[in-house]
């Protein structure tokens, strides 16, 4: 048993979702992503979120996967209408229609009203069985009027798809000091990951996760935005697998709650996203036993978390670039 988890001082909502785990743990997790079968499997970004800077983390994942592992991506930014990245407009992801020949849709998101057009993009590329990777307010995917003919979305979609709903999280103020479960220590997405300390602070997850989740790394909640703090409250899964009941294609989800800009300058971080988008599309035996080669392709120094205008303004799509400027 891991020093770090107490299962003697958890409450018993923890106690309830290690019996559910267990109970469950035996169901074979088999998608139905076909990107094995791809000598360069194309992975599509869904990039729009208010507060996190994925504008610039998601590029930065893009460029590891497109140089250091032959991958095809495409990003689709939340633009405006003049074709300025704007992660404040909900309804709009640029060029969704590549989730027509994607392996894999990563989705970075929250808050979105995406327009009848784009949501059935999206749709269709569940239904199809499609791999899904998630990160952090992707919990928060959907903010539909309550009235609005898909308004069940808001709940729904997160918790069936990702794994998990919003409920609510450890503060700002704080952090989050990230382990590995003892019994899955093995698992290919883990292999070269090593604890970390994330600045993410950490969401509540267990007793609320769906049925079918298997945790692979779990978080306890540091006081201060530093690696020392004290740990307070109850450990957390942050991160893990889960196989999509047939309603929503019945495909693999690799999810994690941890997504802050700042957390992706962690080495473990980058291979924990890598490997588990290998693992979604159902590509885990090409992980090596010392895990995958993540090294930052360019530059990247993000903006910090938050509100408003705290992105960099008046950025387009092209001024994130794939390759390096001297690449042949």
């Known amino acids: 048993m891991d020093k770090h988890f107490p299962y003697a001082t958890m409450h018993l909502e923890s106690v309830v979702l290690a019996v559910t785990l267990a109970v469950v743990a035996w169901i074979p997790l088999v998608g139905t992503a076909v990107a094995g079968d791809h000598e360069r499997p194309h992975i599509v970004f869904l ?24 991958c095809d991506v495409t990003l689709c930014f939340s633009v405006s209408k ?6 404040n407009r ?7 229609e590549a989730l027509d020949t994607a392996d894999l849709m990563v989705v970075y998101m929250s808050w979105r009203q995406p327009a009848p057009g784009q949501l059935a993009k999206i749709t269709k590329y569940l239904d199809a069985g499609g791999a899904v990777v998630g990160f952090r307010p992707t919990v928060l995917t959907f903010e539909f009027p309550e009235d609005h003919p898909n308004a ?6 997160p918790h069936e798809v990702l794994g998990l709903r919003w409920i609510r999280h450890h503060g700002s103020a704080n952090s989050t000091d990230v382990f590995l479960h003892d019994d899955q220590k093995n698992h290919p997405v883990l292999r070269g990951v090593a604890p970390f300390h994330a600045r993410s602070w950490l969401y509540h997850a267990a007793g609320h996760v769906h049925p079918n989740v298997k945790p692979l790394l779990y978080g306890r909640a540091v006081r201060g935005a530093e690696l020392g703090g004290e740990h307070f409250g109850e450990p957390q899964p942050v991160a893990w697998m889960h196989q ?5 294609g019945g495909g693999r989800t690799f999810f994690t709650t941890l997504g802050d800009p700042m957390d992706f300058h962690k080495e473990s971080m980058r291979r924990l996203s890598i490997q588990g988008m290998f693992w979604a599309m159902g590509m885990e035996d090409r992980i090596p036993v010392q895990g995958l080669d993540v090294d930052f392709v360019l530059d990247y120094q993000p903006n910090p978390s938050g509100f408003g205008k705290t992105y960099k303004p008046d950025m387009r799509p092209e001024d994130f670039p794939l390759v390096p400027p001297d690449a042949p």
């Not at 729009?48 to 592992?69: F, T, V, W």
């Not at 069940?152 to 979609?157: G, K, M, Q, T």
Request: aromatic share 8%; glycine share 8%.
């Open 47 to 70: 990039i729009g979120d208010r507060e996190y800077r994925s504008e610039e983390s998601m590029p930065m994942l893009a460029s590891i996967l497109k140089n250091r592992h032959g």
């Open 82 to 87: 003049e074709g300025i990245i704007d992660p």
């Open 90 to 96: 909900p309804d709009h992801f640029e060029g969704i």
């Open 152 to 157: 069940r979305l808001n709940h729904e979609w």
């Open 244 to 248: 999509r009941e047939p309603a929503y």
